[in-house]
């Protein structure tokens, strides 16, 4: 057999292994073509041409695993980050305090979002309501606690939406 034969014979079973364990078509796709790009590159290597068949399989166990290790990285990566958000925010003046006195609706899509890091989808199916809803609550949730700031604090909100300033705070400072 060929090697440019192999891509022919091997595409439709091996992406849909792939498929069946990432379960994610683009990276279905990219595995698959890093699959077939080892194999070109290795095929003078395969000693026992019987044995193409596991080697190929072999090839594509090995790239799905060094997907998840990438993944687990890129997992690790974010939450490196969320936690630096969560340290920024932290020092911001009756943050907590207004969080806590949120109605109960909005403080749990500000803490599943924000806090806890959760996209707004999965938000959603947790407190099962819809996205639109769970939109709804962040953006309300959000609109309070600038309000509340605002005239606290006298934060201000710049246009990207990021708070900005120092704490002038009146209930901070009587403490």
């Not at 595409?11 to 078509?25: A, C, T």
């Not at 490196?80 to 009756?94: F, G, N, P, R, T």
Request: aromatic fraction near 10%; charge should be positive.
């Amino acid at each position: 057999m060929e090697k440019e034969q192999l891509w022919d014979i091997f595409r439709d079973e091996v992406y849909f292994f792939i498929l069946k364990k990432v379960k994610d078509s683009q990276a279905a796709k990219d595995i698959l073509q890093n699959v077939f790009l080892k194999v070109h590159s290795y095929y003078n290597t395969l000693r026992d041409k019987q044995k193409l068949r596991s080697w190929v399989f072999q090839i594509t166990r090995n790239e799905i695993a060094d997907y998840y290790k990438d993944e687990s990285r890129y997992v690790e990566i974010q939450h490196k980050e969320k936690q630096a958000l969560v340290d920024v925010y932290e020092d911001v003046c009756c943050l907590n305090f207004f969080m806590n006195n949120l109605p109960s609706p909005y403080k749990e899509a500000i803490e599943l979002v924000y806090v806890e890091g959760m996209k707004q989808h999965e938000a959603a199916e947790d407190l099962g309501i819809s996205l639109a809803n769970m939109k709804a609550r962040v953006r309300r949730g959000k609109t309070m606690l600038a309000v509340k700031l605002k005239r606290c604090c006298r934060y201000e909100i710049d246009e990207n939406g990021k708070l900005v300033g120092e704490a002038n705070c009146a209930r901070c400072n009587s403490m």
